[in-house]
């Protein structure tokens, strides 16, 4: 099984929800919302071999983290991962437009820099400008869009771009999510949970569901899915 976007440093108990999810023998991005949030968050999972820690910069607090983006460009040299990145145009946070699009700017272009990085991307409300920026920063690395909410037009554009999918229970739970997961190229598509937030703190039942929710879009048995998201696992990391 595969989470590749889970914050298992906001589980109520960071340390058991690492231990727990190590068991399970799943595959788990584990994404970060500050800069100053990876060191710990990395080390707890470093005897873990199934588990990545991301350094990311999450939009919704931009505004109240821009200034640990010289961090966030120290630790890139220590992970290939990077999320939670983004934009987020929800009516809450347009204000930070501009400070999102800055901070969200930099680090594509330090990602750049490095050789280009794994990216697991949050764009909800702002899919359009999250793909405008990817199109100007193509040396950015493997664009990974989390939960994409975007139109048809917009999730057009992702796929020409080269984007790939994490696909959890709530857009599995609504008719456009998963008409959308059915447009996606099946070699592209990832699941993921994003807990404890969207699905409890349950990886591995929401993992199922989710597989089983996507193998019925597939018309595949959920072997089959397991098998296919594996193999692109496999592909991405390589
Ligand atoms: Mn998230």
Known sequence: ????????????????????????????LSVTNTPKAYPTTARLAKNCKRIRTAVGLHPQIAHLRQSELPL?????????????????GGK???????????VFSSILKKCAEKGGKILSIHSRHAASKVLDHLEKNPNS???????????????????????????GEPM???SKGRAHIAKMPQCRVLTETDA???????IVK?????IE????????????????????LRFLVK
């Not at 298992?8 to 960071?14: C, G, W, Y």
């Not at 404890?196 to 349950?202: L, Q, R």
């Not at 929401?206 to 989710?210: A, D, V």
Request: glycine share 6%; charged share 20%.
């Open 141 to 167: 690395g493997t664009p990974i869009l989390h939960w994409f909410s975007g139109s048809v037009s917009e999730l057009n554009r992702a796929i020409d771009l080269g984007c790939w999918f994490s696909i």
């Open 72 to 88: 966030f460009d120290h630790l890139l040299d220590e992970t290939n991962y990077v999320g939670e990145i983004g934009l987020d």
């Open 172 to 174: 599995l739970r609504s």
């Open 206 to 210: 929401s993992l199922k569901h989710t």
């Open 1 to 28: 099984m595969i989470d590749f976007h889970c914050h298992l440093d906001l589980f109520k108990n960071p340390i058991d929800a690492i231990s727990c999810a190590d068991k399970s023998g799943a595959y788990i």
């Open 92 to 102: 809450d946070y347009s204000k930070f437009v501009e400070i999102q699009a800055s």
């Open 213 to 232: 929710a996507l193998g019925h879009i597939w018309n595949i048995s959920s072997i089959e899915t397991e098998k296919k998201l594996n193999n692109n």
């Open 196 to 202: 404890p937030f969207a699905s409890g703190e349950d």
